[in-house]
């Protein structure tokens, strides 16, 4: 039996760190939808279904990589969101992943926002990409809470819970280093200490183990670089190549070349964080850093001694780690605005929304993609002015100021 489901809470005081009050409260008194986010691994699904065991109600679930479209949504969801549970104390629905609905999926979004405005009982839905385009729609229909990722200790603490019970050979450090070793993903140190059973568990087995590739989110990176003073920590939330930092959406095509260099997003996202987290005595040698970093990048790629380049990780991580004074209590963090994204002055750099206007009139017409680009000039008048032609072809609000801009 894998550990992840031995071990998986089955009531809410077996959960960690997570605001099950809350969470409870919801499912108790509301009939309308929850949006959960946090990173991967971290106990959304299973804090749901411990609630669920504890309240003997009924759990629907669902996983958004079902969705396909507007009328496969609604026969899956449209009698549960009605129908009383038989044998339990209430029903909650829970859609999970909605990172899994797909660039395909014609009319989901808004078949969940009819399911969500029509539900006589609590939804709720889970994401890791709580800033996917795909999901903006959804929020304003939503009440929106965070899990936060896992501490270290939270699952180092975990592990030697289970490490116990299962009398493992183990050194007390290694189970630290595991913690660490598993960026925050709880289920993934839980499955690698059960691989690692067979044997000591020492940090030489688990270096053994190879590479996770994980990916983590900025934002993750970002609360390790503020919140702590340890140098280490800090550069190994920035080394690897691990963090995604881009400012491009890289999951749609033809995204233009012309835009704002990936190497440099990290920095952005620090330079506009720095004044939200640190206090005014620390600004100075945070920005100093920064404009170090700065020059040093430049003299890099001007004498093309590109192999430099390994040692601005070392001086960001431990140079913007070290100016503050003393960890902050809480940690506030806002998107950049060097972002096409975000900041819609921006827009016209990036050529990737077009290309899904016109996918979006290549299914509709017997026109190509391409063809539909070549005629966008024209057809955007069209589109502009018929709020009728704009709901059949699905077109959002960011197609629409697209339009509106070109």
């Known amino acids: 039996m894998l550990w992840t489901e031995k071990y998986k809470p089955t009531k809410l005081n077996q959960v960690i760190q997570h605001p099950v009050e809350k969470l409870k409260k919801f499912v108790l008194n509301s009939k309308s939808a929850l ?7 971290i106990g959304k699904t299973s804090t749901i279904y411990a609630l669920a065991q504890e309240l003997n109600y009924e759990l629907y679930e669902l996983n958004a990589s079902n969705f396909r479209n507007k009328e496969k949504i609604l026969s899956l969801l449209g ?19 909605l990172e899994g609905l797909s660039a395909i999926d014609r ?7 009819e399911v969500i405005q029509n539900t006589s009982f ?31 200790e939270a699952i180092a603490k975990k592990l030697e ?29 839980i499955t690698d200490l ?34 702590t003073k340890d140098i280490n920590i800090a550069y190994e939330a920035i080394s690897d190549k691990k963090s995604v930092v881009n400012l491009i959406d890289f999951g749609k095509t033809n995204r233009s070349p012309a835009v704002f ?4 997003a990290l920095i952005y996202w620090i330079e506009e964080n720095i004044p939200r987290n640190y206090q005014l005595n620390e600004l100075s040698q945070a920005f100093d850093i920064l404009s170090k970093v700065d020059v040093f990048q430049r003299q890099i790629m001007k004498s093309q001694h590109y192999r430099f380049l390994v040692y601005i990780g070392s001086l960001l991580s431990a140079g913007i780690a070290n100016a503050k004074d003393k960890k902050p209590e809480k940690i506030i963090l806002k998107k950049t605005r060097r972002s096409p994204k975000q900041n819609f002055r921006l827009w016209s750099l990036v ?9 979006k009139l290549a299914t509709q017409t017997r026109l190509s993609t391409q063809r539909n680009l070549e005629e966008l000039p024209y057809l955007k008048i069209l589109l502009k002015n018929s709020k009728e032609l704009q709901e059949q072809l699905e077109l959002e609000k960011q197609d629409i100021d697209y339009l509106n801009k070109i």
């Open 79 to 97: 009698t549960s969101t009605q129908q009383k549970s038989l044998f339990n104390n209430g029903k909650v629905i829970l859609i999970d992943e």
């Open 351 to 359: 050529s990737k929304r077009k290309y899904l206007i016109a996918d």
């Open 261 to 264: 260099s990936d190497d440099n």
């Open 161 to 189: 819970e289970i490490a116990k019970k299962e009398k493992l050979d183990y050194e007390p450090s290694a189970l630290d280093y595991l913690a660490r070793y598993s960026s925050g993903d709880l289920r993934a140190a």
């Open 122 to 152: 609590p939804i709720i839905l889970t994401t890791t990409s709580f800033d996917a385009d795909k999901i903006e729609p959804l929020k304003k229909y939503c009440q929106i809470l965070e899990f936060e990722p896992l501490t270290r």
């Open 35 to 41: 949006l959960i986010y946090g990173p991967t691994g």
């Open 194 to 227: 059960q691989v690692l059973s067979n044997k000591k568990i020492t940090k030489e087995a688990i270096l053994e183990l190879g590479t996770r590739e994980k990916t983590e989110e900025i934002k993750n990176v970002l609360l390790k670089i503020f919140k």
């Open 107 to 113: 009319g989901a979004v808004k078949a969940i926002i």
